[in-house]
């Protein structure tokens, strides 16, 4: 499209929309995409692995799936809903069927050896499965988004640049590189968009049927994101009831276009899945339960003000997708809101739905709570972008540069992240102990397991939470010091008990340790580094790289 081209999303015909989604030149600018991003997220995709819980909490990978998969057809306890570990267990049934006939032997902890289909080695291999299931998700997400933003405007360019923008939303990119559940729930809703828009443009059973299949297992993969799902639902009512107005005054006719029985099967199958997948089948007590959580008025951080949730929410994005995304996303909102409004309210209404309905009833808001909403805002960046390349009435220099400019920040900020991640500072921690500590030293960590280093995995005898005011045990505390000690000055215990005058004599050479090793982030050391001028003025996000000291015992 041009200048002179309508930019109504109605005035392209449903059968010039389908036509257009075959063209040769799609696939090429989809194949250079999906190849971009899937190289930048293989790069540290070892981050954290362990087998175990990564250094970013609640992952399902490796060990909680195979715990959890006995589970997947009885009663259903863990707080995430079965969805994504059904996705898991189809790739890690074979494996392990694999490996009960070929069973290794392992030590117990009273020295007793016994035959087992799993060990530490085998669970990490479960968990780079799971690793390889987000890749291909986060691949599948950017199709999803590209196809949805080429139907809806028309031209290669915007889609293009509405699948660019998901590729390297930092975020999205994080949460693409461990076995979560957050990017599942993305791939599942932008599917059930590109779906739902199809129906609405094209009213038939073969999008309207896929649109509510994939928004139910959206739930089921994450059900604290419904919201994000009821409001694509209304969304799509709101637009079949724009089109049909167009056609037709009559508010009567108008009603039965919209609640027709396309609608009617839909929302029958989208309840009965989401029935189903929560184990109503065998008696409506999960599915019970699971409500319940959301029907309690006692939320942890119910004392939050609605103006500092806002402030949390703004902050998220903000790190999230980086000022350079998130200046495009607010021209995006305004070029829309004049030539776009149906895109408008396709991108930010399941946002809003879902921000009214969870975040202001539960008081709290995280950054990959708004994960989702980059579906949306990935389409309205791409037309913005697309219109601004266009815009001829604004010198050539200017238009490229501007652009240039803010998407190469974009890309470094990716590309620091994943760089951080494959060289994290836990990670080079651990080699340094590796190649300098024998595995009959003591290590304590003042850290939790999800923030410090994991030499035990390597066969060190590690405390997590070390404390030096003692060591809980049965007996009552006993004060230990350990040969080594691992610290962060960035990180510090929540915990009430600890010594944190201890802590200040350490850092000021005044104990029994020496300073011996520390690490620190290599890509993100300043808020002026190229990969974290995107992110200015907040320092790096995720907690990746947390800086590590090592004292020795003297």
């Known amino acids: 499209m041009d200048e002179n081209t309508s930019n109504d999303m109605d005035s392209i015909s449903s059968g010039h929309r389908v036509k257009k989604i075959l063209s040769s030149k799609k696939f090429i600018l989809l194949a250079l995409l999906l190849f971009f991003s899937f190289s930048l997220n293989f790069i540290g995709n070892e981050w954290g692995l362990t087998g175990f819980s990564t250094w970013q909490p609640d992952t399902i990978e490796g060990d909680r799936t195979v715990t959890n998969m006995q589970f997947l057809f009885k009663t259903w306890r863990h707080k995430y809903p079965r969805g994504q570990y059904f996705i898991n267990a189809i790739f890690y049934y074979p494996v392990l069927k694999r490996w009960e006939k070929n069973p290794v032997t392992l030590t117990d902890a009273s020295g007793q050896r016994r035959l087992s289909a799993l060990s ?9 499965i799971s690793r390889w299931i987000m890749l291909f998700m986060n691949l599948g ?26 590729s390297f939303s930092n975020l999205f990119v994080f949460y693409s590189s461990f076995g979560h559940v957050d990017v599942p729930f993305v791939f599942w809703f932008a599917w059930s968009g590109y779906f739902a828009v199809r129906a ?8 309207i049927i896929p649109a509510a299949l994939f928004g139910a ?10 919201g994000y799902v009821i409001g694509l639902g209304l969304t799509y009512l709101i637009l079949i009831s724009i089109n049909q107005y167009k056609d037709t005054k009559d508010f009567i006719k108008i009603l039965k276009a919209v609640f027709s029985i396309k609608l009617l099967v839909a929302t029958i199958i989208f309840v009965a899945l989401c029935l189903i997948m929560n184990g109503f089948l065998s008696g409506p007590d999960e599915f019970l339960g699971r409500l319940k959580t959301w029907n309690s008025d006692k939320h942890f951080y119910s004392s939050r003000t609605q103006l500092s949730l806002l402030r949390s929410a703004y902050r998220g994005l903000h790190t999230g997708l980086g000022w350079p995304l998130l200046i495009l996303l607010a021209a995006g909102i305004i070029n829309a809101a ?40 990935s ?24 652009i240039l400019v803010l998407l190469a920040l974009t890309v470094f900020y990716c590309i620091g992240l994943k760089l951080d991640m494959k060289y994290d500072a836990r990670i080079r921690a651990e080699k340094w ?13 003042a850290l939790g397991g999800g923030s410090a280093p994991r030499i035990g995995y390597q066969g060190y005898k590690q405390i997590f939470l070390w404390n030096s005011k003692g060591i809980p045990t049965s007996k009552g505390s006993i004060q230990f010091f350990p040969d080594y000690l691992i610290m962060s000055q960035k990180v510090i215990p929540r915990e009430t008990k600890f010594d944190h005058a201890f802590r200040k004599e350490l850092y ?45 015992k003297q």
């Open 379 to 402: 389409l309205l960046i791409g037309s913005f972008l697309a219109d601004w390349i266009r815009l001829k009435r604004i010198p050539f220099i200017v238009r490229y540069s501007s």
């Open 433 to 445: 102990f590796h190649n300098n500590v024998s595995k009959d030293k003591i290590v304590g960590a």
């Open 141 to 166: 997400t950017i199709i999803a988004v590209f196809l949805t933003a080429y139907y809806l405007l028309g031209d290669y360019l915007s889609a293009f640049l509405a699948g660019f923008t998901i």
């Open 338 to 377: 004049i030539r776009r409004r149906k895109l408008l309210i396709l991108s930010l209404v399941p946002l809003i739905v879902f921000y009214l309905v969870t975040v202001v009833r539960i008081h709290f808001v995280a950054d990959r709570f708004m994960l989702a909403a980059y579906v949306g805002f």
């Open 200 to 207: 609405i443009y094209e009213q038939k059973w073969l999008h």
């Open 508 to 552: 000021a050479g005044q104990t029994m340790y020496k300073l011996v090793a520390s690490f620190d982030s290599l890509y993100f050391d300043s808020p002026y580094s190229i990969y974290s001028l995107a992110v200015w003025p907040y320092q790096r996000t995720y907690l990746v790289s947390i800086p590590v000291d090592i004292f020795k």
């Open 120 to 128: 530490l080695e085998r669970l990490v291999v479960l968990a780079e």
């Open 217 to 226: 297992y959206a739930v089921c993969t994450k059900d604290a994101y419904g």
